[in-house]
C-alpha cells in the first residue's frame, strides 16, 4: 500500500509537517535576518537592530551608481534570458526529436556549464574577451552569461516537449498544414508555459550571477551584484542590506512566477 496522505496517521502526518517546517525556517532564517538588518538604525550591520529606519532605502535610491548597477543588472538579465530562450528552443527541438549520433553527448555539452565551477568558466571567459579586447564591455557580460543561463533555459524547455503530445501536431500536418506552421500554431502555445519558464529561470541566473561578473565588471560597468561586493569590501552599512533584500524580492517573484507556469503545463 502506498503512503499517501490520506493513509498516514496524524502523529506521522505532524511529524512531517514538523520536520519539513523545521528545515523551511533554517532554509529561510539568513533571508529573515538581512532585511531585518535593511530596516536597522544602526550604521553597521548589527542583529538584532536597535530600532527601524528605512533611510537606508532612501539611501539606496538617492544613490547613482546603485541606481546605475541595478539597471545593467536588468539590462545584462534581459537580454540574457531573451537570446538564451532563442537559442534553447532549436537546441531542444533537435535533443528531443533529433535522430542523429552523439544527441545524448550533445545533451551533455549544452549542461556543462551547469557541472564545471563557474570560476572556471569565469577564467576561460575572461582570458577569452581579454584578447578581443571586450573586458568591460555589455557584449563581455551577455555572452558569458548566456553561457551559463542556456542549460536552465533547455532543460526547461525540452521537459515541457517531452511532455506535449506530439500526435496533436501530427495531425495538424495531415489537415494540411505544413510541419513549420504546425510547430508554431500548435506546438508552441502548448509548451509556452515551458518557455516562460526556461525564460524566468536564464534571467534569474543572470541577475544574481557575480563570480563572471567580477570577472567582466570594470569602474564604469557594474552589475548589482558586483556593486555589492565591491561595497562589501569596503563599508559594511546596511545599504548592502537593501540591494540584498532587492534581490531577493525579485528572485522570490520569478520562482512564484515559473512555479506558476510548471503547474499549468502539467495541469495542461
Request: with cysteine.
Amino acid at each position: 500500500m502506498l503512503l499517501t496522505q490520506q493513509s498516514m496517521g496524524w502523529k506521522l502526518k505532524s511529524t512531517l509537517y514538523f520536520i519539513t517546517g523545521a528545515i523551511a525556517s533554517f532554509l529561510a532564517l539568513p533571508i529573515f535576518f538581512i532585511v531585518a538588518l535593511s530596516f536597522g538604525s544602526s550604521q553597521w550591520l548589527v542583529f538584532p537592530p536597535p530600532h527601524w529606519t528605512t533611510k537606508w532605502y532612501e539611501r539606496f535610491f538617492e544613490n547613482p551608481q546603485w541606481i546605475e548597477s541595478a539597471l545593467t543588472s536588468l539590462q545584462v538579465a534581459l537580454i540574457t534570458s531573451i537570446l538564451a530562450t532563442l537559442i534553447a528552443l532549436p537546441a531542444s527541438f533537435a535533443l528531443v526529436r533529433g535522430k542523429f549520433a552523439g544527441r545524448d553527448y550533445l545533451y551533455s555539452l549544452f549542461t556543462l556549464p551547469m557541472i564545471v565551477p563557474v570560476v572556471i568558466i569565469a577564467v576561460a571567459t575572461y582570458s577569452m574577451f581579454l584578447s578581443l579586447g571586450l573586458t568591460g564591455t555589455l557584449v563581455a557580460f551577455i555572452i558569458s552569461h548566456v553561457i551559463v543561463a542556456l542549460p536552465f533555459a533547455i532543460i526547461s524547455i525540452i521537459n515541457s516537449l517531452k511532455l506535449f503530445d506530439k500526435s496533436i501536431e501530427d495531425a495538424a500536418v495531415i489537415c494540411g498544414a505544413n510541419r513549420l506552421y504546425a510547430i508554431f500554431k500548435v506546438t508552441f502555445p502548448a509548451i509556452k508555459p515551458g518557455i516562460f519558464s526556461g525564460a524566468l529561470f536564464a534571467f534569474l541566473v543572470s541577475w544574481d550571477e557575480v563570480v563572471i561578473s567580477v570577472m567582466m565588471a570594470s569602474p564604469e560597468l557594474q552589475t548589482l551584484p558586483v556593486k555589492m561586493w565591491s561595497t562589501l569590501r569596503q563599508d559594511l552599512t546596511p545599504v548592502i542590506a537593501v540591494a540584498s533584500t532587492l534581490l531577493i524580492l525579485l528572485s522570490i517573484l520569478i520562482m512564484l512566477v515559473s512555479n506558476t507556469l510548471q503547474k499549468r503545463s502539467q495541469q495542461a
